[in-house]
């Protein structure tokens, strides 16, 4: 997959077959698009382009909204275009998502970025898909001016699990309300994030239980609402993390990949009188200090809800609990 970022020099497409969206999550929903963009593309000799923005949308338009309640992503920029990666696409193009460009009227938008730039032979867009000025352009605009400009287009319907359509808007709300079965199931994988290894106050190693301290790497990304989860994680792999057991080395193009089951306890803390929200992951079989290491925390199964416990033995208790539930849950 070819990544461009300069749309004022893009190449020449060969029969463009195109959708466009913010593609947050990458989920079900995004891949049933994908899959008849490639279809489409392989039926003309085309080639299969992506078309998305950064920064997300909302957070340029509904500035004020944002700052008072911002969006809080699914994917960052760099895991959007991985998980894309991953789609056998031929182009990805990341349009710099600007005021002025949101300005533009559906018309314009439709002439002068989608025809002028990438004269698209089909145009794909999922069934709610909208733009241009205050989100006047949709399905039908597109059909309109296929004729003129020589495009055919398709609308994909939304996709419905568990009696919900499968939405980001959908996914971040399941993840909000704990409920991570329906949030993993609608993305077609387990919700990851990424952070780095700091400094902590080293309770959990004095409980039994050492557990590292994150901090988000992007501050845009959605963090699951407070509480405790099983987990997987993974770190890239080098001779240190080879020595500890519960490691499963996986083959991957460019480094060594190590996972392990842990547990993650996102919160105040309140049996300890915790001030700040901290997120802390325990590590099953795993005991070496990774300080400044950057982790992938995959959230698996929600286990219980942060309390506050009367003594630290009872904590320690519950804890041990939690090891024994989350190793169910997570098997072989």
Do not use: W
Request: glycine share 8%; proline share 5%; aromatic share 8%.
């Amino acid at each position: 997959m070819l990544v461009h970022r300069d749309i004022n020099n893009l190449p020449p497409f060969k029969n463009a077959v195109v959708t466009i969206g913010t593609f947050d999550g990458v989920h079900t929903g995004h891949l049933k698009v994908i899959h008849q963009l490639k279809k489409e593309a392989a039926a003309v000799k085309g080639e299969t382009v992506i078309i998305t923005f950064d920064p997300h949308p909302r957070m340029v338009i509904n500035r004020t909204f944002q700052n008072a309640n911002p969006i809080r992503l699914l994917t960052t920029p760099g895991e959007k275009t991985e998980l894309l990666g991953k789609q056998n696409i031929d182009h990805l193009v990341i349009v710099p998502f600007t005021k002025q460009f949101s300005e533009q009227t559906a018309d314009e938008y439709i002439q002068n970025f989608l025809v002028n730039r990438f004269h698209p032979h089909t145009v794909i867009i999922g069934y709610d898909h909208r733009f241009g000025k205050d989100r006047t352009g949709n399905y039908k605009l597109l059909e309109q001016y296929g004729p003129e400009f020589g495009f055919k287009v398709q609308e994909i319907p939304g996709q419905v699990l568990h009696h919900i359509i499968i939405s980001s808007t959908n996914i971040r709300k399941a993840l909000k309300e704990h409920d991570i079965q329906t949030a993993n199931a609608c993305l077609g994988y387990s919700y990851f994030f990424e952070g780095t290894v700091v400094d902590g106050n080293k309770l959990g190693r004095e409980l039994g239980y050492p557990t590292a301290n994150l901090k988000i790497n992007d501050e845009n990304k959605l963090v699951p609402a407070d509480g405790i989860y099983a987990v997987r994680v993974s770190m890239p792999g080098d001779s240190r993390v080879h020595k500890s057991p519960g490691g499963i080395q996986i083959a991957h193009p460019t480094s060594n990949i190590v996972h392990y089951k842990g547990m993650m306890s996102i919160g105040m803390r309140p049996t300890v009188g915790g001030t700040t929200r901290v997120i802390e992951v325990n590590i099953f079989d795993f005991n070496e200090k990774i300080y400044g290491e950057k982790l992938r925390v995959y959230v698996e199964y929600f286990l219980r809800e942060e309390v506050k416990f009367e003594s630290i033995d009872d904590l320690k208790h519950q804890i041990d609990l939690d090891k024994i539930h989350s190793l169910k849950l997570l098997g072989d």
